[in-house]
């Protein structure tokens, strides 16, 4: 049996497993998801990222929206609302409320996130296993110009200030520059039970076309786990989240700014570098990079890599597991 160790953010990593499932049905599938975007909010530890891998794969997800639970209702949020309980700015729904509160009540009575996760899918089956990259706090921050909020929410202070990744990208809409992005807690973390030995025992790593910067970056900056990956000695390949020299979704381009490197899918194949990457998809687009990503020492083809459809998103991962088995040959 193959096994298949995947680094996963938010909703581009979920779904790209989606298709991996339908690409490699009888593979060994381990997920590391990135807890850099958890936050705590009306008491309760949310972990975006790992409900949104949790949901997807366990038939949850609102589609449309590629995060939250389907069917979803706000009446405890307007509630919370009516009380002038905020933030208003991050919606949390009825169902998913029930999610975070039973995660919030098993780690108050001591158990690990990594165990809670566990826990949580019980439920859902994802028909994966799903590890938090670390049951250490971290969370990623950015930095922000405090002038450049003047405009939008009346702040009159000088200077910048750090502020949570929720909150510059749910709340600000990534609408302002981001000058660092710092996954506080990281360099203190270690690596969630399970995580060092998946990807020692892993056939192949696989980097989806997830944030390289506040998704798969942040799962790397846990010690020890890029040193794991490099020192693996398998396949390790990525899927470009960069198309056309901008971001498939969200606002990859302002974090990608604020690490100094450009956006394009050649630019994040070499921010990885060819000690950790050794194959590399980018889009029929940008055909044109492949030979100077292939001049950076790693591997590099271009074949469509639009998630427009589960065939297509499956024809990505089908591609991405080729391309191990030639570096591996």
Not at 33 to 44: K, P, S
Not at 150 to 163: H, I, L, N, T
Not at 250 to 262: I, S
Not at 286 to 306: F, K, N, S, Y
Request: include cysteine; charged fraction near 20%; proline fraction near 5%.
């Amino acid at each position: 049996m193959q096994r298949i160790v995947v680094l996963a953010g938010g909703i581009g990593g979920a779904r790209f497993l989606r298709g991996l499932k339908s690409a490699a049905p009888d593979a060994d599938i381990t997920v590391i998801g990135n807890t850099g975007d958890d936050i705590h909010l009306f008491g309760l530890k949310v972990c975006p990222d790992l409900d949104t891998v949790m949901y997807t794969l366990g038939g949850g997800i609102d589609e449309e929206k590629g995060w939250g639970r389907d069917g979803e209702s706000f009446a405890v949020k307007e509630e919370l609302a009516a009380y002038g309980v905020g933030p208003q700015w991050f919606g949390l729904g009825d169902r998913d409320f029930a999610t975070h509160i039973v995660r919030t009540q098993m780690m108050g009575a001591g158990y690990p996130l990594s165990a809670v996760t566990e826990a949580l899918c019980a439920r859902w089956q994802p028909g994966v296993r799903l590890l938090p990259m670390t049951d250490d706090r971290v969370e990623t921050h950015v930095l922000i110009d405090t002038a450049d909020l003047a405009g939008s929410d009346g702040a009159e202070e000088q200077g910048r200030k750090a502020v949570h990744f929720q909150e510059y990208w749910v709340r600000l809409r990534a609408s302002v520059d981001a000058h660092a992005v710092v996954p506080v807690g990281a360099d203190t973390a270690k690596p969630a039970p399970g995580v060092l030995e998946a990807i020692a025992e892993a056939d192949v790593v696989l980097f989806p076309p997830s944030n390289p910067v506040v998704s798969v970056g942040t799962i790397l900056a846990v010690p020890g786990i890029r040193e794991a990956i490099a020192e693996a000695g398998v396949p390790v390949v990525g899927l470009s989240p960069i198309v056309g020299d901008a971001p498939v979704r969200g606002m990859a381009d302002k974090v990608l700014a604020a690490v100094g490197v450009e956006t394009s899918a050649a630019a994040v194949a070499r921010h990885y570098g060819s000690g950790l990457l050794d194959g590399w998809l980018v889009d029929e687009t940008d055909a044109g990079a492949v030979a100077g990503v292939e001049e950076a020492g790693i591997r590099c083809r271009a074949v469509p890599l639009m998630m427009t459809d589960a065939e297509a998103t499956a024809r990505m991962a089908r591609e991405a597991l080729r391309m191990a088995e030639e570096v591996r040959a």
